[in-house]
């Protein structure tokens, strides 16, 4: 009876309830991981009955959908409100530096986000984040500069942009080679536009990645030399 008598009060104040409910799930994700997110662990951190999950979101994966919607939508509006770059090329560039951000400052989230290519339920800012990239497609068309179909760039930004995210969350944080991202952004621009950005000195950077690939072949060099060496080439090899 006391039971049933709590569980009324906390379906009585439900709006309040399920975003404390979210609020707490999002948090385990953010410190711990998606699995860290279990209904035992959300409803203990939420102060609610597991049952009382099940009742306002039917399952886990409805309650993690309501935490990418939640999560996503303030992302989403804040980059629909910026005001456009007038070089469309660059207002894409922005945004594809806003995405990779924001799937290294959300790691647990950005998981579950790219684990499943068929949700049930796709959460609505996902598709409004959809939207967004589109636009920014169709204004590099609408300049002339698109140089495949739109739905085209569409897939290869999104295959592109969500594997350079994932790449970087594999490396340890403070090992990230964060310019990974700006060279797969490029390679989009390139793919989608034939208008990347020529790096200064890319002869230079050439010649340093022939010269690594080669060191192999080189004996008059110690292992620490060769080390060392490799190391080095590799920097200028990746310099932007």
Do not use: C
Not at 20 to 31: D, K
Not at 40 to 68: E, H, M, N, W
Not at 129 to 141: K, M, S, T
């Amino acid at each position: 009876m006391e039971d049933r008598e709590k569980f009324a009060a906390e379906d009585a104040e439900s709006p309040d309830v399920r975003a404390r409910i979210i609020e707490a799930a999002a948090e385990l994700i953010s410190s711990g991981g998606p699995d860290a997110a279990t209904t035992r662990a959300v409803a203990a951190a939420a102060g609610v009955q597991a049952p009382t999950i099940y009742r306002l979101f039917g399952d886990k994966r409805g309650l993690l959908s309501a935490v990418i919607e939640h999560v996503l939508k303030s992302y989403v509006s804040k980059k629909a409100a910026l005001t456009p770059h007038p070089d469309p090329l660059q207002d894409f560039r922005d945004g594809w530096d806003m995405h990779v951000a924001f799937g290294l400052s959300h790691p647990g989230l950005f998981a579950i986000m790219s684990s499943d290519p068929h949700p049930a339920r796709q959460p609505a800012a996902v598709g409004d984040g959809e939207d967004v990239l589109r636009r920014r497609i169709l204004n590099i068309a609408l300049a002339g500069r698109l140089r495949v179909s739109e739905e085209r760039a569409l897939g290869l930004v999104t295959a592109m942009g969500t594997g350079a995210v994932l790449t970087l969350l594999r490396q340890p944080e403070g090992q990230r080679d964060l310019g990974l991202a700006d060279a797969a952004r490029e390679a989009v621009v390139a793919a989608i536009t034939s208008e990347a950005a020529t790096p200064a000195n890319a002869d230079v950077h050439a010649v340093a990645a022939a010269l690594r690939a080669s060191l192999d072949r080189i004996t008059v060099l110690t292992q620490g030399e060769r080390l060392l060496l490799s190391e080095l080439l590799e920097r200028i090899a990746n310099a932007r």
